[in-house]
């Protein structure tokens, strides 16, 4: 009997530390919303944001992280799919756009409750954190391109705790997630779920607002799309190891940048995008856990810019409501181009001939735009589908390396 008492007892210790203060109030007061995320682009041809497989890469996510289901009955996503259904939809959704981890952060001097809904016009939301309601029509081929398309996402009971120390959820072995945890932002608790930010991702079929293309190895053209300029870029390049980086600053609408020769250091450049970040808008601790986040996709082999978001474009491409609405709010995300060089093709061919998986492997989720453009430029039909089978075991290898939860 005691013993039965004793659990009882600790179990409704455990869930009033869960339930949201209940002097918690509607006025927001003080409250400063603060959020960064990334829009991951590939360069084609021509320059501008091309289609590929978004999702086709590393979750690098929790197992707890809900995902979407798409089934045609259903208003209201939930986190039904199948471990074998939720890898089939990820290998076969195409895209122009990966939003990767928009995360909200929260601070206010008394407890409050909010609601908050993002809506994603011309996109699909792919995973979040807490407990969330989300709905979207059922997604085929080009579905999400109509102009009729409408996603959104909202937490409706939102509880700002700040001093609370919740217990935040914990999954088996490493992630990135956690590190986006380390700031002074207030803990959250939403559908009886505890955490330090509200989390998203999706995939988008969208205009960004530049575009890259190489000259050869030894330049790349910027062309800024939008009616605002750019506040702040990254040109950077790492071959097999070797890196190196120019700071473009503020960008007119069009600029040649010479590549970037080697040296520098990944630390230091980490540096300058802190910097970067604070500038736009985000507090320090906030910068750090951004490129912690991004510690190891950011510096990976291959082409890249890394560019400010204007934040009008951010406010059109995601709408952000928050009731009652905050004094302030900072939305700071990185836009992020892959460009495909010469070098890139050569190497990712020099491969394929000798069948180098490892090789391969290092170009992760961006083979597969690579191997389309070396495709697209060779008219030999058993060549083509050497290629093919080559790259398509080199990818099916990579994904089962860097997939936990599927």
């Known amino acids: 009997m005691l013993t039965r008492i004793a659990c009882l007892l600790a179990l409704l210790i455990v869930r009033a530390d869960e339930r949201p203060s209940p002097v918690a109030s509607r006025d927001p007061g003080d409250l400063t919303v603060h959020e960064w995320g990334t829009f ?33 009955d259903a208003k209201i996503v939930l986190n039904q799919l199948t471990p074998v259904d939720y890898a089939t939809a990820r290998a076969n959704l195409w895209g122009r756009v990966r939003m990767e981890t928009p995360v909200l952060y929260f601070y206010s001097s008394r407890p409050t409750t909010v609601s908050v809904r993002v809506q994603f016009p011309h996109g ?74 509200l989390f998203y991702r999706g995939v988008g079929f969208f205009d960004v607002p530049m575009s890259t293309m190489a000259l050869g190895d030894t330049a790349v053209r910027i062309h800024t799309l939008g009616r605002d300029e750019l506040q702040g870029a ?42 970067m970040l604070v500038k736009g808008g985000l507090y320090q601790r906030e910068a750090t856990a951004m490129v912690d986040s991004w510690r190891d996709s950011w510096f990976e082999e291959g082409t890249r810019v890394l560019y400010l978001v204007p934040p009008r474009h951010v406010d059109q491409i995601l709408p952000l409501t928050i009731t009652p609405a905050p004094k302030v709010v900072a939305r700071v995300f990185v836009g992020r181009m892959e460009v495909i060089t010469p070098a890139t093709e050569q190497s990712v061919v020099r491969a394929i001939a000798n069948r180098d998986g490892s090789e ?26 050497r290629i093919d089978d080559v790259t398509r075991t080199a990818f099916t290898s990579y994904l089962r390396r860097v997939s936990s939860c599927e």
């Open 40 to 72: 991951t682009t590939v360069a084609g041809q021509d320059g501008l944001a091309t289609d590929w497989l978004p999702l086709g890469g590393p979750t690098d996510l929790p197992c707890f992280v809900e995902h979407f289901q798409n089934r045609r």
């Open 124 to 197: 699909l939301m792919t995973e979040w954190y807490p407990r969330a309601s989300v709905a979207q029509p059922f997604v085929d081929k080009d579905s999400y391109r109509s102009a009729r398309w409408a996603s959104w996402i909202a937490w409706p009971n939102v509880a700002i705790s700040p001093g609370a120390s919740p217990r935040f959820p914990a999954g088996e072995g490493e992630s990135h997630y956690y590190v986006a945890r380390n700031t002074d932002a207030a803990p959250l608790t939403v559908n009886g779920q505890s955490e330090r930010f």
């Open 234 to 275: 990254v040109l950077f390049w790492n071959r097999h190891g070797v890196v190196g980086y120019r700071v473009l600053g503020a960008l007119p609408n069009d600029t040649v940048v010479a590549a970037p020769k080697s040296g520098g250091t990944v630390a230091e450049l980490r540096r300058e995008i802190e910097r």
């Open 360 to 385: 391969l492997e290092r170009y992760g989720r961006f083979l597969g735009p690579i191997a389309d453009r070396i495709v697209a430029s060779n008219s030999n039909a058993i060549d083509r589908q």
